[in-house]
């Protein structure tokens, strides 16, 4: 399985680390921790080095409350990001983002793949993505960030993220982005009560058999927390996660986009011996 992003082709046969790396001061789990390019860029190659094949740059947070800001400003956080680590390193950048004009800009910079938690239903993003032929990734999101954690409701939540999923898709492919280039995220925490998480990771089947690519995120997710008893403390739910992302990678998803890169590598490498049998 190929992964067509720009001019790159992931090879997804093995499973592969995003490592998350936050330029803005208000992420919930590193905020402000990279805001300057320095020390994004200081984080990008600790990332590379545990084997993270891709860096996701974010300039604005998507948690829960999240404040917006505009494109200019998030520009001006992921650009110079972007050209270091692309001046650096032979790997490839994402820019996770929702707006055109941070698309554009991202990808002139060096980014080869969009990651929108808006699954590029903004106007004209994708065509966009399509004339730039970039990979995407298309999430799952009920609401917006500012809202999307107040009693959430879902009828039956894996078949309604799926019928989601496929109807941005099919979008996707009429605007003209090509199916190889597509990967899926059902969003977990997005929108989501706890019941519709674990849901969606007991029945990650039907999601793989969707046919595209499945990228997933739980990285020190709060519903973790919730799950391991430990409150809103970041540090426990790194080994829950851990666990999740392995659980996941024995149902076929191929991305597992996390914080904790080594750790989360080593579990990857673990789990695909015994499914590989070597």
């Not at 554009?104 to 399509?130: H, K, Q, S, T, Y």
């Not at 690519?213 to 809103?232: A, D, E, H, M, N």
């Amino acid at each position: 399985m190929i992964w067509r992003c720009r001019d790159r082709d992931i090879d997804l046969r093995v499973p592969l680390v995003m490592g998350v790396l936050n330029v803005t001061p208000d992420s919930f789990f590193d905020g402000g921790n990279f805001a300057s390019p320095e020390a994004a860029f200081e984080r990008a190659g600790t990332m590379v080095a545990e084997g993270a094949a891709i860096i996701d740059v974010g300039g604005e947070s998507t948690r829960p409350g999240a404040t917006p800001i505009d494109a200019g400003a998030e520009i001006e956080r992921v650009v110079p990001v972007i050209v270091k680590i692309r001046s650096r390193f032979d790997v490839a950048v994402s820019i996770d983002t929702s707006k055109c004009a941070v698309i554009r800009a991202a990808v002139d910079a060096g980014a080869c793949i969009v990651n929108d938690v808006n699954a590029l239903r903004a106007p004209g993003a994708r065509e966009l993505a399509a004339s730039l032929r970039v990979g995407v990734c298309l999430m799952h999101m009920q609401g917006e960030p500012r809202t999307m954690q107040i009693e959430p409701k879902y009828t039956d939540v894996v078949r309604e993220v799926c019928e989601y999923l496929v109807l941005q898709r099919t979008a996707c492919l009429a605007a003209g982005i090509s199916h190889g280039s597509i990967c899926l995220d059902p969003g977990i925490g997005f929108g989501k009560a706890q019941p519709h998480n674990l849901a969606l990771l007991r029945r990650l089947p039907e999601l793989v058999h969707l046919g595209s690519p499945l990228l997933l995120g739980v990285s020190r997710k709060s519903f973790i927390g919730r799950i391991l008893g430990t409150g809103t403390r970041l540090e426990p739910r790194l080994f829950g996660g851990i666990g999740l992302a392995a659980l996941a990678l024995s149902q076929g998803v191929k991305i597992i986009r996390t914080h904790d890169v080594a750790p989360t590598r080593a579990a990857m490498q673990a789990v695909s011996a015994v499914l590989q049998g070597s």
